[in-house]
C-alpha cells in the first residue's frame, strides 16, 4: 500500500538520527556535513510532518522526548535497510557496467575482436582499472541482429550492407570482399578482367544465407546488373571462412571473402585476387544495440569508445 504524506523523506531520518547520536543541532551538522541552521529547519519540518515533537531544544543541546527516543530507534532500522538496497543497487550497477554478451560475425569476432578486447584491457591496465568482461559469441549477422533484438545479447557486431531498421548502430571498421581464387587459376591468367555478369554466373564457395559476406556479394552484383539478376547457385555453402578458404585451396572454386580473413594467404600468394572492376566490394562493420542513436551508458559505451577512438 502507498505510503501516507505524514511518512518523511529518508534525508529527514537520516538527519534526526544523527541528532539523536550527537545529543545536539551542532553535531548533527557537523557530521553531516550541513549547517545548524539547515538541520534546524529540517528537524522543525519533520515534527511538521509527522505531527509529533521528537526533540526538546535546551541549553545543554537537544534532548529526545519519549516519542523521539522510538522514531529514533525506527530511524536506525530504516537507515540500516535503506544502506543494505543502497549497497546492492551499487553491485548490480558495478556488474552491469562490468560484463557485457557480445554476438559478433565471424569476420569480425575472428579478425578484429580478440585485438580490440586485449587493447581494451591494456588500456584499462594503465588506468589502474579493470575492463568490462566480455562474453563473446560468433555467428552470422542475421543470427548477430536476432540475439540483440532478441536480448540474448547486450551488444552486436554485424557486416551486413546497411544499418538494420530498428536498432542504433555505428561504423567500427571498414573491409571489402576479395574474388579468391588458387594460384594458377584461370582467372589469373586471362588478359581481361572478370565481369560482374561472369562472376554472379560463377559457382561459388560461399557462406550461409543471410551471411554478412554473402549479402554485401549480391548487393554489389545488383548495383551494376539490377535487382533481378539471377546468381549461379553455390558450389558450396560454408559456414565458416576457415572452411571457405579451405574449399578454395582445394579447387572447389573462386569465393568472395573478407580481404581480413585472407591477407596473409594472399601476401604469401597461397591465394590470388581476382579483381572485377565493375564491383564496389567496400563495405562497413557496424556495432548494433537496443535503442537509439546513443549507445547504451556503462560497458557497451566503454567497449565502442575504445574500439572508435582508442
Given at each position: 500500500?502507498?505510503l501516507?504524506s505524514?511518512?518523511?523523506?529518508?534525508?529527514?531520518?537520516?538527519?534526526?538520527?544523527?541528532?539523536?547520536?550527537?545529543?545536539?543541532?551542532?553535531?548533527?551538522?557537523?557530521?553531516?556535513?550541513?549547517t545548524?541552521?539547515a538541520?534546524s529547519?529540517?528537524?522543525a519540518?519533520?515534527?511538521?510532518?509527522?505531527g509529533?515533537t521528537?526533540?526538546?531544544?535546551?541549553?545543554?543541546?537537544?534532548?529526545?522526548?519519549p516519542?523521539?527516543?522510538?522514531?529514533?530507534?525506527?530511524?536506525a532500522?530504516l537507515?540500516?535497510?535503506?544502506?543494505?538496497?543502497?549497497a546492492g543497487l551499487?553491485?548490480?550497477?558495478?556488474?552491469?557496467?562490468?560484463r557485457?554478451?557480445?554476438?559478433?560475425s565471424?569476420?569480425?569476432?575472428e579478425?578484429?575482436?580478440?585485438?580490440?578486447l586485449?587493447?581494451l584491457?591494456d588500456?584499462?591496465r594503465?588506468?589502474?582499472?579493470s575492463?568490462?568482461q566480455?562474453?563473446l559469441?560468433?555467428?552470422?549477422?542475421?543470427h548477430?541482429?536476432?540475439?540483440?533484438?532478441g536480448?540474448?545479447?547486450?551488444?552486436g557486431f554485424?557486416?551486413n550492407?546497411?544499418?538494420?531498421?530498428?536498432?542504433?548502430?555505428?561504423v567500427?571498421?571498414?573491409?571489402?570482399?576479395?574474388?579468391?581464387?588458387p594460384p594458377g587459376h584461370?582467372?589469373t591468367?586471362?588478359?581481361h578482367?572478370?565481369?560482374?555478369?561472369e562472376?554472379?554466373?560463377t559457382?561459388?564457395?560461399t557462406?550461409?544465407?543471410?551471411s554478412?559476406?554473402?549479402?554485401?556479394?549480391t548487393?554489389a552484383?545488383?548495383?551494376v546488373?539490377?535487382?533481378?539478376?539471377r546468381?549461379?547457385p553455390?558450389?558450396?555453402?560454408?559456414?565458416?571462412?576457415?572452411?571457405?578458404?579451405?574449399?578454395?585451396l582445394a579447387?572447389?572454386?573462386?569465393?568472395?571473402?573478407?580481404?581480413l580473413?585472407?591477407?596473409?594467404?594472399?601476401?604469401v600468394?597461397?591465394?590470388?585476387a581476382?579483381p572485377?572492376?565493375?564491383?564496389d566490394l567496400?563495405?562497413q562493420?557496424?556495432?548494433?544495440?537496443?535503442?537509439?542513436r546513443t549507445?547504451?551508458?556503462g560497458?557497451?559505451?566503454?567497449?565502442l569508445s575504445?574500439?572508435?577512438f582508442g
Amino acid at each position: 500500500m502507498p505510503l501516507s504524506s505524514r511518512m518523511p523523506e529518508l534525508a529527514s531520518f537520516e538527519i534526526f538520527l544523527a541528532i539523536a547520536q550527537t545529543g545536539s543541532l551542532g553535531g548533527a551538522a557537523r557530521e553531516l556535513g550541513l549547517t545548524q541552521q539547515a538541520v534546524s529547519k529540517r528537524l522543525a519540518a519533520m515534527e511538521a510532518q509527522v505531527g509529533v515533537t521528537l526533540a526538546a531544544r535546551t541549553t545543554r543541546g537537544s534532548q529526545l522526548t519519549p516519542a523521539g527516543v522510538v522514531v529514533a530507534e525506527w530511524a536506525a532500522r530504516l537507515l540500516d535497510v535503506a544502506s543494505e538496497v543502497d549497497a546492492g543497487l551499487g553491485a548490480l550497477r558495478k556488474e552491469g557496467r562490468e560484463r557485457i554478451k557480445v554476438v559478433a560475425s565471424q569476420t569480425i569476432a575472428e579478425q578484429l575482436m580478440p585485438h580490440w578486447l586485449l587493447s581494451l584491457q591494456d588500456a584499462a591496465r594503465r588506468r589502474g582499472d579493470s575492463a568490462p568482461q566480455v562474453i563473446l559469441t560468433a555467428t552470422n549477422s542475421e543470427h548477430a541482429i536476432a540475439a540483440v533484438r532478441g536480448g540474448t545479447a547486450d551488444l552486436g557486431f554485424v557486416e551486413n550492407p546497411g544499418p538494420p531498421k530498428g536498432l542504433g548502430s555505428c561504423v567500427v571498421g571498414h573491409d571489402e570482399l576479395v574474388i579468391v581464387v588458387p594460384p594458377g587459376h584461370k582467372w589469373t591468367r586471362r588478359a581481361h578482367p572478370v565481369s560482374a555478369g561472369e562472376l554472379a554466373q560463377t559457382p561459388l564457395v560461399t557462406r550461409e544465407p543471410r551471411s554478412g559476406i554473402r549479402d554485401s556479394l549480391t548487393v554489389a552484383l545488383r548495383q551494376v546488373l539490377g535487382d533481378d539478376v539471377r546468381q549461379a547457385p553455390p558450389v558450396l555453402e560454408l559456414s565458416s571462412a576457415a572452411a571457405m578458404r579451405a574449399a578454395v585451396l582445394a579447387g572447389a572454386g573462386p569465393a568472395a571473402m573478407s580481404r581480413l580473413a585472407v591477407a596473409d594467404d594472399l601476401a604469401v600468394g597461397r591465394l590470388s585476387a581476382v579483381p572485377v572492376p565493375e564491383l564496389d566490394l567496400r563495405r562497413q562493420f557496424r556495432a548494433i544495440w537496443v535503442g537509439g542513436r546513443t549507445p547504451p551508458a556503462g560497458a557497451i559505451r566503454e567497449l565502442l569508445s575504445h574500439i572508435r577512438f582508442g
